[in-house]
């Protein structure tokens, strides 16, 4: 079930980079120095991909 859980996230997360990097096509938002915080919850995916999340 993990895999799925993170399966999920990851599907999640790419979606929403994609609306924060639109975001800032039109001028929206900024773009941050660390792209990594443009990802909702990126410490979260992170701890998920590295199988530090359900411990």
Known sequence: ??????YAALRHAIVMLRIAHRQAFFGEVDLPADPDTLI???GSLRA????????
Request: no cysteine; aromatic share 24%.
């Open 48 to 55: 998920m991909a590295q199988g530090s999340y359900w411990d």
């Open 40 to 42: 909702l919850h990126h």
């Open 1 to 6: 079930m993990d895999f799925f859980t993170l």
